[in-house]
């Protein structure tokens, strides 16, 4: 089993490589296949981590969207052919910067 730490490592590191995909506009977004597979992939990725991640963890840091990130994983892996690139876009440009924020504070206040 990997350490909480190790798995918010993963998720900070998800939400990195997700930053470099994104680095161009929507409609590049949608235009490119294999920039909307690479992103949904650490969506992914995050969701997984945090859904690892202990509720007695998750409980002690309510300022970050544990099952909002794990719902979007689910979706993503089971109803993938449902998913909306502009929702998958929005989270990106909405809510990544803030949870990178806030994982980067837990992380090194866990140290």
Same mark, same amino acid.
């Given at each position: ?12 590191? !998800?939400?990195? !490589? ?19 597979? !690479? ?10 981590? !945090? ?10 840091? #309510?300022?970050? #969207? ?46």
């Amino acid at each position: 089993m990997k350490s909480t730490t190790k798995l918010l490592h993963d998720m900070l590191n !998800a939400i990195e !490589a997700i930053e470099i995909y994104a680095l161009l506009s929507y409609d590049v977004f949608l235009a490119d296949e294999k920039t909307q597979d !690479a992103i949904m992939y650490n969506l992914i990725i995050l969701g997984e981590a !945090a859904n690892q991640i202990s509720d007695d963890f998750q409980t002690k840091y #309510p300022e970050i #969207p544990w099952s909002s990130i794990i719902g979007t994983r689910n979706i993503i892996i089971h109803g993938y052919d449902q998913v909306k690139l502009q929702i998958v876009w929005d989270i990106i440009e909405k809510n990544l910067k803030l949870l990178k924020v806030d994982l980067f504070k837990i992380i090194h206040s866990n140290d």
